[in-house]
């Protein structure tokens, strides 16, 4: 069997209990419920909040606060809408029912597309983000999931960058693409860097810094459910640099199976 590529994120999980599997498929059963039950006003909301800016932009005069405040609530529906999905994902991930939906994707238009619709959603300044994304490196991939392992990248890193410029890359490598997101921010100690990519791991405080801790975990199981890898360069108040490398095409079916079967 080849030898892992360097900085490989793929450490072995020690055996659980029955308790402990107990207690995780119970986990796993809540967070599906109540993401399915969470979806569903959101959507609700969603539409009203679409209606009534169709009816504050006939009426802009008589209700001039309207659209300033109707786009408060719509971002705040998008981040609950989206962390429902990250939550599904998460799950179905985890059982293994998430198989990537391969087409013809240009890795660089999509993640220019991903930093102009999250300097939107997170009102990051686009001045931030700098992004070295030529078109031309295609690979056949799942187009949703890989925007979305983009997606939480930047978000990681304009989350921990404390404000500092965040630069993305997208290169051709060896058989595949090669995307790297850096920031300038406090860093990860090298104790850390193999449990931030396990699921609701996180680093920082929860008063400090949002959310469940699934970002990373997802991108780093899409990227493996692509036959790829993700690895990370970081030390403490100097920054991190996320690697993401992506075969262009699909394994055979015979080495699939093999590097399922090698996965811990």
Known sequence: MNAQPAGTLDARRPARAPDDDRGAALRDEFLTLASHELKTPLTSLALQVQRMRRMSARRAEELPTWGDSLEVVGRQINRLTRLCDDMLQAMRLRSGELAPERQRVDLGALVREVVAGLAVELRAPSATISVDAPDGTIGCWDREQIGRLVFHLI??????????????????????????????????????????????????????????????YLAREIARSHGGYIAVESSPGRGATFLVELPLEPAPASQARAARASTP
């Open 155 to 216: 978000k990681n890193a304009l989350m921990f960058g404390q404000g500092q410029p965040i630069s993305l890359e997208v290169k051709a490598c060896a058989g595949g693409a090669r995307l790297l997101v850096r920031d300038r921010g406090m860093g990860i100690a090298e104790e850390d860097q193999e449990r931030i990519f396990e699921c609701f791991e996180r680093v920082g405080h929860v008063e400090h810094f949002g959310g469940l801790g699934l970002g990373l």
